[in-house]
């Protein structure tokens, strides 16, 4: 299960994204043969293909969530310090 994937928060948000993008990528072309939406379909496989983007992407939003955990840390020793 993608759930129970160990290892740093980079490789597990690269993960998963990749796995959107995959499904997306299916998905886009399935609309776009069947029923003419064709404009997700180049953005998709665009990812599909460059793979470092969204390694590159994953990276921002490891660095995202440890600052929004770092924040949530400190607002808790704040509210536990009596101040």
Do not use: C, H, Q
């Not at 994937?5 to 998963?16: D, Q, S, T, V």
């Amino acid at each position: 299960m993608v759930d129970e994937f160990a290892g740093p928060r980079k490789i597990r948000y690269f993960l998963y994204l990749l796995l959107y993008v995959v499904f997306g990528a299916v998905i886009s072309t399935i609309l776009a043969d069947f029923y003419g939406i064709p404009f997700i379909e180049p953005i998709m496989w665009w990812f599909v293909e460059n793979p470092m983007v969204l390694f590159e992407l994953a990276g921002f939003f490891s660095i995202i969530a440890l600052v929004v955990i770092v924040g949530m840390k400190a607002l808790e020793l704040a509210d536990n310090s009596g101040f």
